[in-house]
C-alpha cells in the first residue's frame, strides 16, 4: 500500500509543480501518483488577499504533483483564508 492511501477520504492539501494550490477530499490514487480530489478549491493566493475558485470533482496527474500533505479540519476551519495575504507559490521546475 503506498502511503498516499493512507489520506484517502481526508481532506488533503496539494502543491503542483507550477505553484497552484488545491485543497479537496482524496478519493483515489494510483501507482504513478495520479490523484483525485473531491469538493477541490483552488487558492489563489496574492497580496489583495487568497482568492478561493471551486473546481468540484478535480483529477491531478502524479507528474504535476508536488506535494501532498493531510489538513487539520480544526485548524484550516478557524482560519478564513479569504484575509491571507502571500505571495504566489513559484515553479519548482522550468
Same mark, same amino acid.
Given at each position: 500500500?503506498?502511503? /498516499?492511501?493512507?489520506?484517502? $477520504?481526508?481532506?488533503?492539501? @496539494?502543491?503542483?509543480?507550477?505553484? #497552484?494550490?488545491? @485543497? !479537496? =477530499?482524496? #478519493? !483515489? =490514487?494510483? &501507482?504513478?501518483? $495520479? @490523484?483525485?480530489?473531491?469538493?477541490?478549491?483552488?487558492? @489563489? *493566493?496574492?497580496?489583495?488577499?487568497?482568492?478561493?475558485? %471551486?473546481? !468540484?470533482? *478535480? /483529477?491531478?496527474? !502524479?507528474? $504535476?504533483?508536488? =506535494?501532498?500533505?493531510? /489538513?487539520?479540519?480544526? &485548524?484550516?476551519?478557524?482560519?478564513?483564508?479569504? &484575509?491571507?495575504?502571500?505571495? %504566489?507559490?513559484? %515553479? =519548482?521546475?522550468?
Amino acid at each position: 500500500m503506498s502511503l /498516499l492511501q493512507s489520506y484517502v $477520504n481526508h481532506k488533503v492539501h @496539494v502543491i503542483t509543480v507550477d505553484g #497552484r494550490v488545491m @485543497v !479537496g =477530499t482524496l #478519493r !483515489g =490514487t494510483d &501507482q504513478t501518483a $495520479n @490523484v483525485i480530489l473531491e469538493k477541490c478549491e483552488e487558492r @489563489v *493566493y496574492s497580496h489583495e488577499g487568497t482568492e478561493v475558485v %471551486p473546481l !468540484g470533482l *478535480y /483529477l491531478i496527474r !502524479g507528474d $504535476n504533483v508536488c =506535494t501532498i500533505g493531510e /489538513l487539520d479540519s480544526e &485548524q484550516e476551519e478557524a482560519i478564513d483564508i479569504t &484575509q491571507i495575504k502571500a505571495d %504566489p507559490l513559484m %515553479p =519548482t521546475r522550468l
